[in-house]
């Protein structure tokens, strides 16, 4: 049985060959493509709205400089959050649940904030390793923690992705699978249990959304540091 509820986190194949590239393209396919008529569709009226609104969210506290990120960070943004909510659909697969996929995200792009900051201002980017007015017996220490919580920030993020949706993932089958066992003996009960569960549903399409949203904001905030 403990093997049955992992068994959703690996990765699907068909005839040896891996799927999980077919479910990270196939939320591209669900976007309108864009097209040059004054007047569109109500679905891609609401893909631009959204897109507007989620780069003015995450532009807002950058200067000039950071904007030339707003397709990058828009474009993961969308990404995952397509990616997070499809997962939640009976027989899908969710590539974020994969440690491996979330520090492939995380690594590149936190690397490449960093290497930004130290080309273009290295001295205040070092300086933050060294806050102001730290007493000489504890720079050497101090150094060392703000070395080690600046290295640690893309496993942080990865982590946070996939252990939330894997916490989520697991919680939904354990009720789903109390329901259907309880229904012969106990009605009343897997009724009761079966609210939870669409309470539970709701909880993780909230927990799906705002996590893609954290995952793009520390990463523009970690840009805003550098910039």
């Known amino acids: ?132 007015g730290t007493p000489t017996p504890l720079i050497p220490a101090l150094i060392m923690i703000e070395t080690t919580s600046l290295l640690i920030r893309p496993l942080a993020l990865g982590v946070r992705l996939t252990a939330n949706l894997t916490a989520g993932h697991l919680l939904i089958q354990l009720i789903s699978t109390a329901t259907v066992a309880l229904l012969p003996t106990m009605p009343a009960v897997s009724l009761l249990t079966l609210l939870v569960l669409f309470l539970l549903t709701l909880l993780e399409v909230a927990v799906a959304m705002i996590q893609a949203y954290v995952f793009v904001l520390l990463l523009s905030l970690y840009l805003q540091e550098n910039i």
Do not use: C
């Open 1 to 132: 049985m403990n093997l049955n509820f992992f068994d959703q986190f690996s990765s699907p194949s068909l005839l040896g060959i891996p799927l999980i590239l077919l479910a990270m393209t196939f939320p591209a396919i669900l976007l309108p493509s864009p097209n040059n008529r004054w007047i569109t569709s109500r679905l891609s009226t609401l893909q631009l709205w959204f897109i507007n609104l989620v780069t003015k969210q995450l532009m807002t506290p950058l200067n000039k400089k950071g904007h030339k990120w707003a397709l990058i960070l828009t474009s993961l943004m969308i990404f995952l959050l397509l990616i997070n909510l499809l997962g939640l659909l009976p027989y899908t697969f969710t590539p974020t649940t994969q440690l491996s996929m979330s520090l492939a995200l995380a690594f590149p792009l936190w690397l490449a904030t960093l290497l930004t900051g130290l080309r273009n201002q290295p001295t205040a980017s070092l300086g933050h390793l060294l806050p102001e």
